[in-house]
């Protein structure tokens, strides 16, 4: 037989065990390659939120001399319209990785438009969407 204080050490292990598994966040991570020379539209992806933040990184250029920045516009897909939230401008140097946040934009599947001035020159590179 169980002695009432193991039950009761039993029972506040499994209220903690109830309260701390729904405090649990999986972090959505997921990376893409471009390869553009004016406009790029991304395919969905599902955030888990607050924050979205996309990492972009220039691998390499058709043509050198273009240091034209990368302007990336973060969407919400809606139900019939889609909220356009801001636009953020990435370095296009070669090798070098950035990352803009944009901040408490809550759970829900975003898509993000990238472009740059039209000269002609096309930016290949990778990039990863994460919250």
Same mark, same amino acid.
């Given at each position: 037989?169980?002695?009432?204080?193991?039950?009761?050490?039993?029972?506040?292990?499994?209220?903690?065990?109830?309260?701390?598994?729904?405090?649990?966040?999986?972090?959505?991570?997921?990376?893409?390659?471009?390869?553009?020379?004016?406009?790029?539209?991304?395919?969905?992806?599902?955030?888990?939120?607050?924050?979205?933040?996309?990492?972009?990184?220039?691998?390499?250029?058709s043509k050198a001399g273009s240091n034209y920045p990368i302007k990336v516009t973060l969407y919400r897909k809606g139900i019939v319209f889609d909220d356009k939230? =801001? @636009?953020?401008?990435?370095? !296009?140097?070669? #090798? +070098? =990785? @950035?990352?803009?946040?944009? !901040?408490?934009? #809550? +759970?829900? @599947?975003?898509?993000?438009?990238?472009?740059?001035?039209?000269?002609?020159?096309?930016?290949?590179?990778?990039?990863?969407?994460?919250?």
């Open positions: 037989m169980i002695s009432s204080s193991s039950m009761k050490k039993v029972v506040g292990f499994l209220a903690l065990i109830t309260v701390m598994v729904p405090s649990f966040a999986f972090a959505y991570s997921a990376g893409f390659v471009f390869d553009f020379k004016h406009q790029l539209t991304s395919k969905n992806y599902g955030t888990m939120g607050p924050d979205v933040k996309i990492q972009l990184e220039v691998a390499s250029k939230l =801001s @636009t953020q401008s990435y370095p !296009s140097d070669i #090798g +070098k =990785s @950035t990352t803009k946040t944009w !901040s408490g934009v #809550g +759970k829900a @599947t975003y898509y993000f438009i990238m472009n740059k001035e039209n000269d002609g020159v096309t930016y290949r590179g990778t990039g990863r969407i994460f919250d």
